[in-house]
């Protein structure tokens, strides 16, 4: 509850001053300069004593701890869970949990009082799978995720998290099966590939990063209430379905901080039945930038049609968008055209207050 709480006046906060944008964190329209971009706007923590939180710093200075996991035994656990529970509880240290190429199939849960926890796959081009079939039958929705993080400061890289559960045919009940649940603040993920059918990522709530990862799924593909940014990150629907759904929204007011901004974010699948994002709760927010659209994109891109009395505070906004799902031709008319000005939030990373908190991919 005191967690929440801060949470809530942080985002009271946020949202009622004005972001200050700096021309060095607006990510470039030409897709070829991102890396490079974000190496200079993301250095490591040796150039960042004056920006980067108290906190952070201390968590990241002197020693990690590193925690091996192999499935052959070479390393301390053969789970990853064990290697979770091994942390401890309250730490204000960084703890590397390294994991070996192989499919872990266990249900894993980083509960709050565990910050500071990495998760790092040995091999970028061999990365592990952690694998669970749970539903929202068993679970719930939101705990049927096979990776639960609830921990601030929480980082992934070079890993694959799959909900193993059969695709939804509309005649189960609780059919809901996501892959990750994140609802702790401040946390990244780099070359990360997150697989499920319905409600694949639940963005639940707190600030996030997504850089160079892949999502795949077919209705509510990310959900929640997050504030989160997406860089080149490809967003994959599955065909199949009469009517799919990207992303589903849960912002209560427009004076909430949540949002999820996509920026370089390839849309990919065939069929023309995708829409952009509907909305779950009454500010919605999702923007899409610099993104290019396959024809999988539904013409008219988003939906409040459950809801009309809501299309005056929803906020669904596109800029610069490329490819045959992006045209704006056939668009509902309170998609937002956003001007250079109105996209400048959505396109910095400002967006999330990086410059506090975000840090390079950790390497060993």
Not at 229 to 236: C, G, K, V
Request: aromatic share 10%.
């Amino acid at each position: 509850m005191i967690k929440r709480l801060c949470i809530i006046l942080a985002s009271f906060l946020l949202v009622n001053r004005t972001l200050t944008i700096k021309a060095q964190t607006l990510i470039p329209e030409n897709n070829a300069e991102i890396n490079t971009w974000f190496q200079a706007a993301i250095k490591p923590i040796s150039g960042r004593q004056g920006t980067l939180d108290p906190n952070v710093i201390e968590a990241e200075s002197g020693g990690l701890e590193i925690i091996n996991v192999r499935q052959d035994g070479s390393g301390k656990f053969k789970t990853i869970s064990d290697a979770v529970k091994h942390v401890k509880i309250g730490s204000t240290k960084r703890v590397v949990i390294t994991i070996g190429p192989g499919e872990y199939k266990e249900k894993v849960k980083i509960d709050e009082f565990k910050q500071y926890i990495t998760l790092l796959g040995t091999d970028p081009n061999n990365r592990p799978t952690i694998t669970f079939a749970g539903t929202a039958a068993e679970f719930g929705t939101e705990d049927s995720a096979t990776l639960i993080v609830e921990a601030d400061y929480f980082v992934a890289t070079n890993i694959i998290v799959s909900n193993a559960a059969p695709r939804p045919n509309g005649q189960r009940k609780g059919a809901q099966a996501s892959a990750i649940r994140i609802s702790g603040d401040k946390a990244a993920f780099y070359n990360c590939k997150f697989t499920g059918f319905h409600d694949t990522v639940c963005d639940d709530s707190g600030k996030h990063f997504f850089k160079d990862c892949y999502i795949e799924g077919t209705v509510d593909v990310i959900f929640g209430e997050a504030r989160s940014l997406y860089l080149n990150t490809e967003i994959h629907v599955i065909t199949g379905d009469p009517i799919a759904v990207i992303t589903a929204h849960a912002r209560m007011s427009v004076d909430g901080e949540g949002g999820y901004s996509f920026v370089h974010c390839p849309v990919t699948g065939t069929g023309g039945n995708a829409l952009l994002g509907r909305e779950w709760m009454e500010a919605a927010r999702v923007v899409y930038s610099f993104c290019t659209m396959s024809d999988v994109v539904n013409p008219k891109g988003w939906s409040a049609d459950s809801k009309p009395q809501v299309q005056k505070t929803i906020f669904f906004g596109e800029y610069h968008n490329k490819g045959p799902g992006a045209s704006l031709a056939k668009r509902v008319p309170y998609t937002k055209q956003l001007t250079e000005a109105e996209a400048k939030q959505f396109i910095s990373l400002e967006y999330i207050d990086a410059a506090k908190w975000l840090l390079p991919p950790p390497k060993i």
